[in-house]
């Protein structure tokens, strides 16, 4: 069958700035402090390396260098918190400080 889908009447980078409004303003600024926001948004939401290990599927090593912000994380894993947990995830690690 055919797929159909309705279009926004905003210009395409006017609907995506309005997506990003809450977002960082600069999105270089992502990648600048996302190692400390992924680490916070672990300590907030997790009680141990072991439950981490378990809600990502990762090694305890992994978990206790995520934690302490030994090492970092790849997108893959921001894709699992931000399906686990949408909001609580986009703003700890997105949102504008």
């Known amino acids: 069958g055919e797929i159909s889908c309705e ?4 210009a395409p980078d006017q ?3 309005s997506e990003q409004s809450a977002l ?3 999105p270089f600024e992502i990648n600048k402090r996302f190692p400390d926001r992924w680490k916070a948004y672990l300590r907030a939401n997790f009680a141990s390396a ?4 378990v809600a990502f599927g990762v090694s305890n090593r992994t978990a206790r260098n995520w934690i302490n912000g030994t090492n970092g994380v790849n997108g893959g894993y921001v894709a699992i918190a931000v399906s686990r947990d949408p909001e609580a995830a986009v ?3 997105f949102a504008a400080e």
């Open 7 to 10: 279009l926004s009447n905003e």
């Open 15 to 17: 609907a995506l700035r």
């Open 24 to 26: 960082v303003d600069d």
């Open 50 to 53: 072991r439950q981490i290990e």
């Open 91 to 93: 703003q700890m690690l």
